[in-house]
């Protein structure tokens, strides 16, 4: 399918005015992650890419750095400060200053995202928080000295942060961390010209989402009752990223915004 991308005329794709600029994306695990999606479309539009992957994934994302103009890849864990201290070194080095902060990032255990959601233990809803939340304020907190004025950052959330989605449980929890500190950050980071935002979007099928009980379901209930009667693609939500980055979306901040084929809007 033709992205929006690809469709707009050449000359248009300056009113973006991206070439030059540099992000750092966290949550390429492979060519169906959202971020992936992300990377490749500011890719496309002039911005160099700084990859942080895991080490588990490493065989799947090493080949997409070939689509990649001059990216460099390092390998990073939010949660050890010895590899997110050598990833924005060498950011740092390579870089020197960056432009925006991709994070799509999630993990709770599969046995979290079904049944009660009271049956979480401590340690599990620990993890859950650090991984999915709390990690953009640990990234946001090491690349704030090397971001340029102006720049934009960037989390994947969903509507179980607003409401109920049964077996979405501690990740519904921990992603309405998040939105709130979307709120906060964007607070903080505003003095200084810097955007920090939400998409929300519909569900995807990604690998992720595979760990997601009862996630076909949700697919088919989310394309039933959308207004426009479709799911979204990574594409779409990478295309609103896009748009986040540049100086289109200038005076929009704090926000999440839904690309979801207007499901959210909905009440039966």
């Not at 460099?72 to 020197?96: G, M, P, Q, S």
């Not at 959601?117 to 090397?146: A, H």
Request: proline share 2%; hydrophobic share 40%; aromatic share 10%.
């Amino acid at each position: 399918m033709e992205s929006f991308t690809d469709k707009i005329k050449k000359e248009d794709k300056i009113r973006f005015q991206l070439e030059g600029k540099k992000a750092v994306v966290f949550g390429v695990a492979n060519e169906k992650s959202i971020a992936w999606h992300i990377a490749k479309t500011l890719n496309d539009n002039g911005v160099r890419i700084g990859l942080g992957y895991q080490e588990r994934v490493e065989s799947s994302v090493l080949p997409l750095l070939e689509k990649l103009d001059n990216p460099i890849a390092l390998k990073c864990d939010v949660v050890d400060d010895v590899l997110l201290d050598n990833f924005f070194e060498a950011i740092r080095k390579e870089f020197t200053k960056v432009d925006f902060l991709i994070h799509s990032i999630a993990f709770a255990k599969k046995q979290y995202l079904q049944g009660k959601y009271y049956n979480i233990d401590r340690k599990g809803y620990q993890v859950c928080q650090e991984v999915s939340s709390y990690s953009l304020t640990e990234l946001v907190k090491r690349i704030f000295p090397i971001m340029n004025n102006g720049g934009s950052i960037i989390t994947m959330s969903y509507y179980g942060a607003e409401k109920v989605i049964p077996d979405y449980n501690v990740m519904g929890v921990a992603k309405a961390a998040l939105e709130a500190s979307v709120r906060y950050l964007a607070y903080d980071l505003g003095e200084r010209g810097i955007r920090v935002n939400a998409i929300s979007a519909g569900p995807i099928r990604t690998s992720a989402a595979s760990g997601i009980n009862n996630f076909d379901k949700i697919l088919e209930e989310a394309r039933r009752r959308a207004p426009l009667k479709r799911n979204i693609t990574a594409e779409d939500v990478a295309n609103l990223a896009l748009f986040l980055c540049s100086d289109l979306s200038k005076n929009i901040t704090g926000q999440v915004i839904y690309v979801d084929a207007g499901y959210s809007v909905m009440g039966i």
